[in-house]
């Protein structure tokens, strides 16, 4: 089998890690696969790592615009594949218009099929851009030979807005890097931390409109004027007018930022050292396609207070205290739980760890190839001549 992948308009994030780690772990002559071939940005395929059965294809035209990317897409890559003995296209990054068959896309952005989660940006050329996703990749779901889901919520919630699909259907969750896995650690009485060494609340990921960083600043500084010695680190790139709302938070609560710590973007490499100085996770987002920094969280042996929204409860299940993120009272209410209470600390801690154990890239990458395979065998019984 020959397996062509588009990645046009994969340029980093969640989509590269997903496509980078995929090709780390597969083992090619277990799935009877000759070759793959990746066409991509200079830049996505230099970062993707060398093996002899991939082929890497970085046409001139993707140094334009996206205009151009989609052009070559839309009328060239059919072409392309179907000369080059492609078996199946798979397109992880959602949008495909040409004529090649059989493909299997991948929904891997929420965003566009949440309408309540749009209005968060108003009138705006973001709010734009997630409108023309909605319509571009709900056109390709709906003409796909296979789609990929990474949770049960996200198939619901796409399919709410697509219809029925005609192709083959499953979910398939994200992996995890090992270099996250940390066994959970012994949990301090909460008579144990101080101002000299605070609790170390962490909270990972992007600042944006539905991630309510700023209502987590609100419920810390709730829990502070209670006595309990806390501190909070946030850490991630920000949406500008996100970030100008958290700012205006941290001004009016703790405008010397004794206690409320924003970094910026880390290093992925890095994040790892982050997740090993914090005492409590945090994830207050009301949208995610998979949660892959929740994952990580419960990787790091961490106890979680959680959004209750989304795809949360289905990827962490039991093992965390859950929150409404749009309260900052029950986001306080929550991290009051894990803080007082050491025995809750451990327990959830524990059961977290345990849980992301269970999400591997191996197991991963298994269950795409063998989709894929039978989106293959699909397709040919059903173009088989007639006797």
Aim: with cysteine.
């Amino acid at each position: 089998m020959i397996i062509g992948v588009d990645a046009s308009n994969i340029r980093g994030g969640g989509g590269f890690t997903h496509l980078f780690e995929l090709l780390r772990v597969v083992e090619p002559e277990e799935y009877n696969i000759a070759r793959v071939i990746v066409w991509g940005g200079k830049k996505t395929l230099a970062a993707l790592e060398d093996y002899p059965w991939l082929e890497k294809v970085s046409p001139p035209i993707f140094d334009k615009g996206l205009l151009e990317r989609a052009y070559w897409q839309r009328f060239k890559l059919s072409g392309v594949a179907k000369a080059l003995g492609c078996d199946v296209l798979f397109v992880p990054g959602g949008t495909y218009a040409g004529s090649f068959r059989p493909f299997v896309t991948m929904n891997q952005n929420l965003l566009p099929f949440e309408w309540g989660e749009m209005q968060r940006y108003g009138w705006s050329l973001t709010t734009l851009r997630l409108l023309l996703l909605r319509w571009t990749q709900s056109s390709s779901f709906r003409r796909a030979d296979g789609v990929i889901f990474l949770t049960g919520h996200a198939k619901n919630s796409v399919i709410k807005v697509t219809g029925q699909l005609n192709g083959l259907t499953q979910i398939i969750p994200h992996g995890l890097n090992p270099r996250f896995m940390r066994e959970p650690g012994a949990q301090w009485p909460n008579s144990n931390y101080s101002e000299v060494r605070p609790c170390r609340l962490l909270y990972v990921s992007i600042i944006d409109q539905y991630k309510h960083q700023w209502n987590v600043v609100e419920a810390v500084e709730i829990l502070r004027n209670e006595s309990f010695p806390l501190t909070l680190d946030l850490i991630g790139p920000a949406y500008p007018p996100a970030l100008m709302r958290l700012n205006e938070a941290i001004a009016r609560l703790d405008p010397e930022r004794s206690w409320v710590h924003y970094h910026g973007a880390i290093p992925f490499n890095e994040l790892h050292l982050q997740y090993e100085r914090a005492d409590i996770g945090v994830f207050a987002s009301t949208c995610e396609t998979f949660g892959i920094i929740l994952l990580e969280t419960m990787a790091a042996g961490l106890p979680i207070a959680c959004s209750d929204r989304g795809a949360m409860q289905e990827i962490l299940g039991e093992a965390g205290v859950y929150f409404d993120p749009e309260n900052p009272y029950d986001i306080a209410d929550a991290l009051r739980q894990l803080i007082k209470s050491s025995e809750l600390r451990e327990q959830k801690a524990h059961a977290a760890f345990k849980r992301a154990k269970e999400f591997s890239w191996e197991r991963c990458a298994d269950e795409t190839l063998c989709f894929l395979g039978k989106v293959v065998a699909e397709n040919h019984c059903n173009n088989e001549p007639m006797s």
